[in-house]
């Protein structure tokens, strides 16, 4: 039981190129999200899925997409990276509250992102 | 806009200092208030969820309390392996996804 599995944990990118974050859990959990961590601010919500073929935006969805085709995957798209987007990004996924869930998040190891 | 405060930024105890850890929160409609435990280069891993005032849980040296302002992370006789930086989080009622993380406290326990 891998639990949640994000790769590349380290990425350097230009300014201006497209890539994907790859995440995947082994849990059956319905709910997945990705957060940015950022230097002095709390982790922020950047989109999340309910259930397969099901996403909607966080606090902070501007410049990423992200789609659910199957429970297992959640892969987050940065369109045309920016500096900005420099950060340490989790993938987290969760029980539904009708399959038991408490809220409780369980969170991959981050990947790292620098953006030139 | 739901807000969570966490204090102090950065602690140190020598080993077998007891302490707390403080967050504050606003929130609308609380559905949980959660703590976890980040080593550095690793994702947040899930320590306690509360719910209403006056709950408490404890794990090994650790004990979580809420009130209806906030909630304190009590770590009795602290060890090494207890270094780590430690976040508070809130659900508020509007959706299940919405949660609001603090910045977190990072504590070094020195032998």
């Known amino acids: 039981n891998a639990g949640v599995t994000q790769t590349p944990k380290f990425q350097v990118l230009k300014t201006g190129q497209s890539m994907t974050l790859q995440c995947a859990q082994d849990?059956?959990?319905?709910?997945m999200s990705w957060y940015r961590q950022d230097p002095g601010m709390g982790l922020r919500l950047i989109h999340y899925s309910v259930g397969a073929g099901i996403t909607d935006q966080g606090e902070v969805p501007n410049g990423y997409n992200v789609s659910r085709s199957t429970t297992e995957d959640f892969p987050l798209r940065l369109l045309s990276a920016a500096p900005s987007q420099t950060s340490v990004y989790f993938c987290a996924s969760s029980y539904s509250r009708l399959a038991g869930g408490t809220g409780e998040l369980f969170f991959g190891e981050g990947s790292r992102l620098t953006v030139l | 806009e739901d807000q969570v405060t966490q204090s102090p930024e950065a602690l140190r105890l020598q080993e077998g200092e007891s302490s707390s850890l403080n967050c504050s929160y606003t929130?609308?409609?609380?559905?949980?208030l959660f703590w976890y435990r980040q080593d550095p280069g690793k994702g947040p891993e899930f320590l306690f969820t509360?719910?209403?005032a006056g709950e408490e849980k404890e794990k090994e040296r650790l004990k979580a309390t809420l009130t209806k302002k906030e909630s304190f992370l009590h770590i009795t006789a602290p060890k090494p392996e207890d270094s780590a930086t430690y976040l508070c989080?809130?659900?508020?009622?509007?959706?299940?996804?919405?949660?609001?993380f603090g910045t977190g406290t990072k504590l070094q326990v020195i032998p």
């Open positions: 929130v609308s409609g609380l559905r949980g």
């Open positions: 849990m059956n959990h319905e709910y």
């Open positions: 509360l719910y209403s």
């Open positions: 989080a809130v659900r508020n009622s509007g959706g299940y996804q919405k949660v609001t």
